[in-house]
């Protein structure tokens, strides 16, 4: 059973960067085939997609964050990382880390996801 | 505001079926079949519950089902039960800019 863990700290200040971590455990990042993406919820609010990395380490960005974000992936330590720069109050959000089994597709595994909350 | 619509509350007793609407565009869930939709109770992690519009992932029960006429996509549970009580999002394929889009939520109350 492939499960999913989102770490990071739950409070960062305006403008700095947002940076949290994924470990994948049941699986191996590396094994092929999936796309690791990061999904955020505003508070009150629905879901938005943030991005992915491709186990080959190709990634892909929702447009309106593309600026601000970076995903990269460890798979030594079978983990895969979210950085959003130059964070604001609507950066404020539950982050999940979701497995996607095809380009384009569902989301078969989800962490519980992490509340970052961006404050001074 | 969500780029998929969904109403904000159903809700039903135990034993009825309910039907949840996600309402895109053609350029998301009138052009793609790669619809999905989650259950999502506060504090876990979501779980999905169809994908590719209508179907069923293992162990999810058969009283969930889901279809897609235009625009608008569905997800009906049949003979509610208490513990279907939860947060419902619908999900698209966008296309290869924005990729993929989500519904607001739908909150099912099951009274």
């Known amino acids: 059973q492939v499960q999913l863990q989102e770490s990071g700290p739950g409070l960062v200040k305006p403008s700095q960067t947002l940076s949290l971590t994924c470990t994948v455990s049941g699986g191996s990042i590396s094994s092929g085939g999936y796309y690791w993406n990061w999904i955020r919820q505003h508070p009150g609010k629905g879901l938005e997609w943030i991005g992915y990395i491709y186990y080959s380490g190709s990634t892909y960005y929702n447009p309106t964050l593309k600026s601000r974000v970076t995903i990269s992936v460890d798979t030594s330590k079978n983990q895969f990382s979210l950085k959003l720069s130059s964070v604001t109050a609507a950066d404020t959000a539950v982050y999940y880390c979701a497995r996607q089994k095809t380009y384009g597709g569902n989301f078969d595994y989800w962490g519980q996801g992490t509340l970052v909350t961006v404050s001074s | 505001q969500s780029a998929l619509t969904q109403p904000a509350s159903v809700s039903g007793s135990p034993g009825q079926s309910i039907t949840i609407s996600c309402t895109g565009t053609s350029s998301d869930v009138g052009s793609y079949d790669l619809i999905s939709w989650y259950q999502h109770h506060p504090g876990k992690a979501p779980k999905l519950m169809i994908y590719?519009?209508?179907n069923r992932p293992s162990g999810v029960s058969n009283r969930f089902s889901g279809s897609k006429s235009g625009n608008t996509a569905s997800l009906t549970i049949s003979g509610l039960q208490a513990e279907d009580e939860a947060d419902y999002y619908c999900c698209s394929y966008a296309g290869s800019s924005t990729l993929v889009v989500f519904g607001g939520g739908t909150k099912l109350t099951v009274l």
């Open positions: 590719e519009v209508s």
